[in-house]
């Protein structure tokens, strides 16, 4: 494919930052009685910058910053303001997953794509990797070849690239222009590591192809941990290269959704400590393997009997070692280990009391860093600190237009099943509430092995702003709460997962915070399946639905899996009971449906494919049902393009004004 990117330079003085990216964060003063409806714009733009980062010589950021309908990469000097845009893209045919910096000069950049194969319908999702100039005007260049003459086999298909190729898995130590990849460049699920300069892209093989879907490299850039897929048995399995004999070792081993995982996460300074993720009594926890010792024993460093533990570790590069971990139990955190900089957590705690304060990335040498802040009503504010001069420079406001005056603080709520499980969710109620029930939007998560939490999310805080309570409920199969708990969810959709969502709405009736007979849900994803669910298996509960994206043919879903490489995991997970598969379909249910319903659906989603929402189209047109269908030419799975967000924000706004109507 080809790539397109335009460079712009400005100037300006330090001061003037905080004009560029933050705008009147005084307004979250604004203590106005009367409720203020936004427009649909201020929840559906963008945040206004992403993915900062900072260089390792703590002189300069890099940053994706949002205008409109287009994304720029953004490079920016802070002791003169000199702020550059190396790269930009209309996010039409492409976005930008990420950026970092390769080193002080030269910025990493992916991007994903979509695309179509085999001669089907069905869309996958593609990666590459570029480098470009970070301070000055440079062409793009892909670091990944098509092919590699090192370790080109005759039985290699001639016209075979890897899927994806951004996988960085490390640097050289003392060569600053070299990174470490990992890629199936000849055999897919092969993969080989090579040494990549960033300038020229010229590679070397560092580890040969081999059986591995990735590889892990320690501090000082030999590849050590190779993870194995072996789709039959379900099974993923780890090798390690032993410090001691260099030789490699098979250790640790799972069955998807028999046994809990183990995840490795990367090596502290020296390569006989690995820090990885498993199970601790019912929850997953952070643990350190000494692969000195026989067995490779572990050591607990981190556990909540309450809540898995799931990020990625910190790393000072001045002590070249592990200091702490980034992980969510609810919201963002930044949990230190070594003694200095819990301290220095402790001191930007102290200074920024009423908010949650979490370090994003450091210099090399750790003086300089980036700080993420954000509390119940604030949905983001970032800060360049520098800890000699004891500063912190706010640099960005991510969403400018909601002010605290706007936002609603969620509420963590507990509520039981028909089957006694506990389960909790976030409740948002409109700022005119006044303890009388009202109209609510049940708004169930994706996945659905993944979880709501108490932070800012875009769609929550427009229907609030709109008038209505919004539930997210972390219904049963959900994320965070242990294996046990997340595993509920396997070959389960539509069942007791769906009666999760019902009880819910019994819960709010009966807490009078819902009027019963105003109630819509709303969900993308797995939520849009379990909107259109509501809609046929409950048709008197829901005076509406709303599926972005969402699935309405189960069996049909499952057919595709065979055309992805853990396709017996998917088809675990989605059920192998095939009358179930059917009754639990809602396009085979439609004949139920007594509510409006509203589809909106990407033509290139890669996840969820298209079909899912024209197959219910076509039948709720042929039974004569009440629905309104959204196509979105091009669009993405997560609704990346700015003028698909727009049609979606504004197409709800609609829909629920003349079918939910708030009194």
């Not at 845009?85 to 910096?101: G, H, L, Q, S, V």
């Not at 046994?259 to 006989?272: E, H, Q, R, V």
């Not at 939007?441 to 979880?451: C, L, N, R, T």
């Not at 709010?508 to 909107?531: E, H, N, Q, W």
Request: with cysteine.
């Amino acid at each position: 494919m080809t790539i397109q990117f335009a460079a712009l330079r400005l100037l300006v003085t330090p001061a003037a930052i905080i004009a560029i990216l933050l705008t009147a964060m005084a307004a979250s003063a604004n203590t106005e009685e009367k409720p203020q409806q936004l427009p649909a714009e201020a929840f559906y733009q963008l945040p206004l910058v992403t993915n900062i980062r900072l260089s390792p010589d703590g002189t300069h950021i890099i940053a994706l910053k949002n205008f409109g309908a287009e994304t720029a990469v953004m490079t920016m000097n802070m002791a003169t303001g000199e702020v550059f845009y190396p790269a930009k893209t209309d996010n039409k045919k492409f976005k930008i997953r990420w950026i970092d910096w390769a080193n002080n000069d030269r910025i990493l950049l992916s991007i994903l794509f979509a695309e179509g194969e085999f001669g089907i319908s069905l869309k996958f999702t593609y990666t590459r990797l570029l480098a470009m100039d970070a301070k000055k005007t440079s062409s793009m260049l892909n670091l990944v070849k098509p092919k590699s003459p090192a370790s080109f086999t005759e039985s290699t298909s001639a016209d075979y690239a890897s899927q994806y190729q951004d996988n960085v898995i490390g640097k050289v130590p003392n060569e600053p222009n070299n990174i470490l990849i990992s890629v199936d460049n000849n055999v897919p699920q092969h993969q080989t590591v090579y040494k990549v300069d960033v300038t020229n892209a010229h590679t070397s093989t560092v580890k040969k192809e081999d059986i591995a879907q990735s590889w892990i490299a320690d501090r000082q850039g030999v590849p050590r941990i190779g993870e194995i897929y072996d789709d039959k048995e379900k099974k993923v399995s780890y090798k390690v290269l032993d410090p001691t004999t260099n030789k490699w070792i098979k250790v640790w081993s799972y069955i998807v959704f028999e046994n809990p995982s183990i995840t490795p996460l990367g090596f502290g300074k020296d390569a006989t400590e690995l820090y990885l993720l498993a199970d601790h009594e019912g929850t997953q926890a952070l643990y350190k393997a000494d692969l000195s010792k026989e067995g490779y024993p572990w050591t607990l460093i981190l556990s909540n009997p309450n809540r898995d533990i799931n990020g990625r570790l910190i790393y000072s590069d001045k002590l070249n070692d592990v200091v702490g971990i980034y992980y969510n139990d609810g919201e963002d955190k930044s949990v230190f280990f070594n003694e200095e900089f819990k301290k220095f957590q402790a001191g930007i705690d102290k200074a920024l009391p009423s908010t949650t304060n979490y370090i994003s990335n450091m210099s090399d040498d750790g003086r300089k860093y980036i700080l993420y802040t954000t509390n119940d009503t604030t949905p983001g504010v970032i800060y360049f600190g520098d800890r000699d001069t004891k500063q912190l420079l706010p640099i960005a406001t991510l969403y400018p237009q909601l002010a605290a005056d706007v936002l609603v603080k969620k509420e963590f709520l507990t509520y039981k099943a028909r089957d006694e499980l506990e389960l909790g969710g976030f409740l948002t109620k409109p700022k005119s509430f006044k303890d009388k029930p009202v109209a609510t939007i049940i708004f169930p998560h994706g996945g659905p092995m993944a979880e709501d939490g108490s932070g800012f999310d875009e769609f929550s805080a427009f229907f609030a702003n709109r008038g209505y309570a919004v539930f997210q409920p972390n219904f049963r199969g959900s994320s965070g709460r242990g294996f046990e708990f997340e595993m509920k969810a396997v070959g389960a959709f539509g069942l007791a997962m769906q009666d999760d969502l019902e009880d819910a709405v019994k819960f709010l009736v009966d807490k009078k915070i819902t009027d019963p007979k105003r109630v819509c849900i709303v969900g993308g994803s797995y939520g849009g399946y379990a909107a259109l669910m509501g809609a046929t298996k409950t048709p008197d509960l829901f005076q509406c639905a709303i599926s972005l994206a969402g699935i309405s043919d189960m069996k049909k879903l499952r057919e595709n899996a065979h055309y992805f490489v853990n396709k017996n995991v998917m088809k675990e997970q989605l059920g192998n009971d095939t009358d179930q598969l059917k009754k639990t379909s809602p396009v085979r249910m439609v004949d139920k449906i007594k509510i409006p319903i509203l589809l909106i659906h990407g033509s290139d989603d890669a996840i969820v494919p298209v079909e899912q929402s024209r197959m219910m189209a076509d039948e709720l047109k042929d039974q004569k049902k009440t629905y309104e269908y959204i196509e979105l030419k091009n669009g993405s799975h997560h609704f990346d393009y700015l003028p698909h967000r727009k049609q979606t924000f504004e197409a709800m706004d609609a829909f629920l004004k003349k079918y939910l109507p708030v009194e």
